[in-house]
Structures are given as structure tokens and as C-alpha cells.
Nanobody, 126 residues
Framework: QVQLVESGGGLVQAGGSLRLSCAASGFTFPNYGMGWFRQALGKEREFVASISRSGGSTYYTDSVNGRFTISRDNAKNMVYLQMNSLKPEDTAAYSC???????????????????WGEGTLVTVSS
């Protein structure tokens, strides 16, 4: 049974930091590129960051580039999103997702992902 389980969300003040984690099971994790997406209330889900199968390449949407860092640990079947300098506009439900055979990190669209987690809520207060 495939599972992606996010954790680490919460309430933080603007300028603060959070680290999201995503635990994967039920599939061959090193064969999959991983992505983080977010969905704010009343808005469409949007791409945040991606990382290749090996972890050797990463890609970020412009609004988080330089503030967020995606990483993975293939030995532990984990992917992380370190979020620094958080802004109120980062408030959203954050989900991790997996895509088979992504050798190079790139912008991802939700419809092309193979597996999804349920998400974890991040709230940034001003």
C-alpha cells in the first residue's frame, strides 16, 4: 500500500521557519522524483519545489526560490522542505507527491504526479 505522510506543519510568525517532512512507503522510493505542492484556501494547487530521484537536482517556483530548500534521504525514504523567511502568503496546505523516473528536477503539474500525501497545514501570521 502506497503511503506519503506529511508532518511538520503548524503556526509560525512571519520571518520564521518550519521544516516539513514526508515519509514514503509502499513503493520504490529511489525510482521516483518528489515534489511539494501547496493549496491556499480558495485557490488552485500550485507547485512549490521538486527534487530528482537521486537528489542531485532541485527546482523551485520563483516565489520560494532562495527561501525554501527541498532535500531527500533515499536510505530513509524521506523528503523534506525547509522553509525560511516565511511570509503570510505562504499559508497553505502543503502536500508531497511522487513521480516515476524524474531524472532531472523540473516544474511539475499536479496531473502528472503518481502518488499524493494528504497534506499538512502551514499558517504564517503577520
Amino acid at each position: 500500500q502506497v503511503q506519503l505522510v506529511e508532518s511538520g506543519g503548524g503556526l509560525v510568525q512571519a520571518g520564521g521557519s518550519l521544516r516539513l517532512s514526508c515519509a514514503a512507503s509502499g513503493f520504490t522510493f529511489p525510482n521516483y522524483g518528489m515534489g511539494w505542492f501547496r493549496q491556499a484556501l480558495g485557490k488552485e494547487r500550485e507547485f512549490v519545489a521538486s527534487i530528482s530521484r537521486s537528489g542531485g537536482s532541485t527546482y523551485y517556483t520563483d516565489s520560494v526560490n532562495g527561501r525554501f530548500t527541498i532535500s531527500r534521504d533515499n536510505a530513509k525514504n524521506m523528503v523534506y522542505l525547509q522553509m525560511n523567511s516565511l511570509k503570510p502568503e505562504d499559508t497553505a496546505a502543503y502536500s508531497c507527491a511522487a513521480r516515476l523516473e524524474m531524472g532531472i528536477a523540473t516544474h511539475l503539474t499536479p496531473g502528472r504526479m503518481d502518488y499524493w500525501g494528504e497534506g499538512t497545514l502551514v499558517t504564517v501570521s503577520s
